[in-house]
């Protein structure tokens, strides 16, 4: 048992610094934050093995590690809801972990990857854009106040964040489509057990 905590502590630092590493492979960097990268890959990766918990609290670690590489907020709350709940709510993929268990012991992993993998990921995609959504309605408030008072702040965070958070969450299902069924191979689910699932 102890054995298998440590494992899972090394699996979640690992998957932190590897999201960390992935966030400076960027296709775009937006002008206000957030970038479109492979960064949610492994806390999906991870969330699908090990289970929500140990997906929520790596998404959580690595908004922290994320905000300590590239600092930036209007507003204290902005803060949260940009990097450790944003990111953590990334770990929601979890979710479908028992989806993704059963799919690889009937070895049916490449098919899984789109019928299990890739709803996981929009679920977790989805939960993180609500969080940035929140918080861009909060940096629009306070960053433009009534600058322009015919845009709606909501729909303004709509706008910004899907044009992130929509490419990641496509680049990241495609990386997955090559990453999940190699890693299956070299270490299937199945000799790993899931935490909070």
Same mark, same amino acid.
């Given at each position: 048992?102890?054995?298998?905590?440590?494992?899972?502590?090394?699996?979640?630092?690992?998957?932190?610094?590897?999201?960390?590493?992935?966030?400076?492979?960027?296709?775009?960097?937006?002008?206000?934050?957030?970038?479109?990268?492979?960064?949610?890959?492994?806390?999906?990766?991870?969330?699908?093995?090990?289970?929500?918990?140990?997906?929520?609290?790596?998404?959580?670690?690595?908004?922290?590690?994320?905000?300590?590489?590239?600092?930036?907020?209007?507003?204290?709350?902005?803060?949260?809801?940009?990097? *450790?709940?944003?990111? !953590?709510?990334?770990?929601? =993929?979890?979710?479908?972990? #028992? /989806?993704?268990?059963? &799919?690889?012991?009937?070895?049916?992993?490449?098919?899984?990857?789109?019928?299990?993998?890739?709803?996981?990921?929009?679920?977790?995609?989805?939960?993180?854009?609500?969080?940035?959504?929140?918080?861009?309605?909060?940096?629009?408030?306070?960053?433009?106040?009534?600058?322009?008072?015919?845009?709606?702040?909501?729909?303004?965070?709509?706008?910004?964040?899907?044009?992130?958070?929509? *490419?990641?969450?496509? !680049?990241?299902?495609?990386? =997955?489509?090559?990453?999940? #069924? /190699?890693?299956?191979? &070299?270490?299937?689910?199945?000799?790993?057990?899931?935490?909070?699932?």
């Amino acid at each position: 048992m102890r054995n298998e905590r440590t494992r899972i502590l090394v699996e979640i630092a690992l998957t932190v610094a590897l999201s960390a590493v992935l966030s400076y492979t960027r296709l775009l960097q937006m002008p206000y934050g957030g970038t479109i990268s492979l960064a949610m890959l492994p806390i999906f990766v991870l969330a699908l093995r090990r289970g929500v918990v140990a997906g929520v609290i790596a998404g959580a670690l690595f908004g922290v590690v994320d905000y300590f590489l590239e600092p930036y907020f209007v507003h204290w709350i902005q803060f949260l809801l940009d990097y *450790p709940v944003a990111h !953590a709510l990334a770990g929601l =993929a979890g979710l479908f972990s #028992p /989806a993704w268990h059963k &799919a690889v012991a009937e070895r049916r992993t490449a098919r899984a990857v789109w019928t299990v993998a890739m709803p996981a990921m929009i679920v977790g995609s989805a939960a993180r854009f609500a969080s940035h959504w929140l918080s861009g309605v909060v940096f629009f408030k306070a960053s433009l106040g009534q600058e322009y008072p015919g845009v709606s702040y909501a729909i303004g965070s709509v706008i910004y964040n899907a044009t992130y958070v929509l *490419p990641s969450l496509v !680049a990241c299902v495609i990386a =997955a489509a090559i990453v999940l #069924p /190699a890693l299956e191979r &070299a270490m299937p689910s199945t000799t790993v057990a899931m935490v909070g699932a």
